[in-house]
């Protein structure tokens, strides 16, 4: 299986701030990597896919990049709204692995 | 409007077995491919299952002889077969629609069904 590891577990930022998460691919996932938010209570929600296209409707604050192993999340300019947990998720193989999140905390 | 509504979920005993219910509306669950992923009180994300379009089945290690995906084309609704349930099964079920564009992705999600598996 396709392990993925992402850094920070959690992080403290401020309104303003820009914030970047990394994930890393246990072996090469070419693109296939995708990013979720998700809010206490709620689904998660599809922000980026195929390392670096925006989901419809998504801030463009969010951004990603990243390729083979190496994958980052950038959220350019935090927003109170921004503070979340997010995921980041392969599907280069068909058992889907998630990372185990990183949870953005208010500073 | 694309939506998923979960249903089913609830407390049972260890051993004991459920079937989770996602009902789909705005499109159609037989073309493109669903998946079941799950999430235990304060813990991360974790794929459960998938079914393709074509039918093809495919399970996490953990819950692999245990759980069976399946849908009804004609209630345009996916299901989980839940046997032999464990403590450790005790999560939030999300239903989740596939989309395959460049690379796969999950681009709509119900709001989950939590089960709940005690003694």
């Known amino acids: 299986d396709i392990q993925m590891t992402q850094s920070p577990s959690s992080l403290s930022a401020s309104v303003g701030d820009r914030v970047t998460i990394t994930c890393r691919a246990s072996?090469?996932?070419?693109?296939?990597l995708n990013w979720y938010q998700q809010k206490p209570g709620k689904a998660p929600k599809l922000l980026i896919y195929?390392?670096?296209s925006l989901q419809s409707g998504v801030p463009s604050r969010f951004s990603g990049s990243g390729s083979g192993t190496d994958f980052t999340l950038t959220i350019s300019s935090l927003q109170p709204e921004d503070f979340a947990a997010y995921y980041c998720?392969?599907?280069?193989?068909?058992?889907?692995?998630f990372g185990q999140g990183t949870k953005v905390e208010i500073k | 409007e694309v939506q998923l509504v979960e249903t089913g979920g609830g407390l049972i005993q260890p051993g004991g077995s459920l079937r989770l219910s996602c009902a789909a509306s705005?499109?159609?669950?037989?073309?493109?491919?669903m998946t079941w992923v799950r999430q235990a009180p304060g813990k991360g994300l974790e794929w459960v299952s998938v079914?393709?379009?074509?039918?093809?089945?495919y399970y996490a290690d953990a819950v692999k002889g245990r759980f069976t995906i399946s849908r009804d084309n004609s209630k345009n609704t996916l299901y989980l077969q839940m046997n032999s349930l464990r403590a450790e099964d005790t999560a939030v079920y999300y239903c989740?629609?596939?989309?395959?564009?460049?690379?796969?992705?999950?681009?709509?999600w119900g709001q989950g069904t939590l089960v709940t598996v005690s003694s």
């Open positions: 998720q392969q599907t280069y193989s068909i058992l889907g692995m």
């Open positions: 705005g499109f159609t669950v037989s073309s493109n491919y």
């Open positions: 072996q090469s996932i070419s693109t296939y």
């Open positions: 989740a629609r596939g989309l395959v564009g460049a690379t796969p992705f999950l681009d709509y």
């Open positions: 195929a390392a670096s």
């Open positions: 079914i393709y379009s074509g039918g093809s089945t």
